[in-house]
């Protein structure tokens, strides 16, 4: 029984926290998209009830996070690279260095505090924010996709001049939620996958602590029933030597009575 109430605390745990991972990865969104990140770095965010953005990790759940999608959380020179390839944000998330950042190319008042660059918040490790989270194989897969276009685009530039169109600049009179509607972000492609994942998981841990229980439960009613089956035969012999005992004073005084008469039988003739 002590096996047992040891178990039940762990597959609690383990169930509890399952069930938070397939509960929160249904209100994840990311900026700008899980396949599609820049430099192999993407903003994951929180969506509340009214799938509207919040804070809503600290450090060291930000990091769990990155780690459940078998990503890292992003470091400062990761996030710094992606921000020089294109990378803004209007919310603030944790890198690996333990505080938050905000990729900022065009200065605003209400982002980053009118900066531009990569604006930091060294905050308490329990304040809460997105977590910018990297993705190795898709970093690794832009790079390779640079070193092949890198030949072809200086080929094609021999004898043609070179037009460069200069993008507008956003107005400095953006507000986040404009920036949050033209970066619209991408549901997790592997959200089903990972709550399949998740749920064959819970149900094995299931299924394997009731066939422990049930393991546990017939030993020890097996082992009840030997030690009844013990304590019967030991009552059963006991009743059949006292059975016995009673039995042979009986037998011997009829054989000596029998005796006697042979003897007196024996006398007369």
């Known amino acids: 029984m002590n096996i047992i109430w040891l178990c039940l605390p762990a597959a609690l745990l383990v169930t509890s926290a399952l069930s938070v991972q397939m509960t929160d990865i249904r209100n994840l969104r990311v900026s700008p998209g899980f396949n599609q990140s820049i430099a192999g770095v993407m903003l994951v965010t929180s969506l509340n009830e009214l799938n509207q953005p ?80 990297f993705n190795e194989t898709d970093a690794a897969i832009q790079r390779m996709d640079e070193v092949t276009d890198s ?27 404009t920036l949050d509607s033209e970066i619209e972000p991408a549901r997790f492609a592997s959200s089903s996958q990972s709550f399949t994942a998740g749920k064959a998981v819970l149900i094995f841990c299931s299924c394997a602590l009731l066939l ?38 009986t037998e011997t005084k009829k054989a000596a009575e029998e005796d006697e008469r042979i003897e007196v039988g024996d006398d007369a003739q």
């Open 54 to 133: 919040e804070y809503a990790f600290n450090a060291s759940e930000a990091r769990r996070l990155c780690w459940s999608f078998g990503l890292n959380i992003a470091s400062k020179a990761q996030v710094q690279k992606a921000l020089s390839r294109g990378l803004e944000t209007c919310r603030f998330g944790w890198i690996d260095e333990h505080f938050a950042v905000i990729p900022r190319i065009h200065p605003i008042p209400s982002c980053g505090r009118n900066k531009s660059g990569l604006v930091p918040w060294r905050a308490s490790v329990k304040q809460k924010f997105d977590v910018f989270c």
């Open 151 to 177: 030949p072809l685009k200086s080929t094609h530039g021999v004898g043609h001049t070179h037009h460069t169109t200069t993008p507008p600049s956003t107005s400095s009179s953006s507000t986040p939620e």
């Open 212 to 249: 422990l229980i049930t393991i546990i439960l017939t030993y020890l009613k097996l082992r009840r029933c030997s030690q009844k089956s013990d304590v019967k035969e030991q009552k059963e012999y006991i009743q059949t030597e006292e059975w016995i005992c009673v039995k042979t004073p």
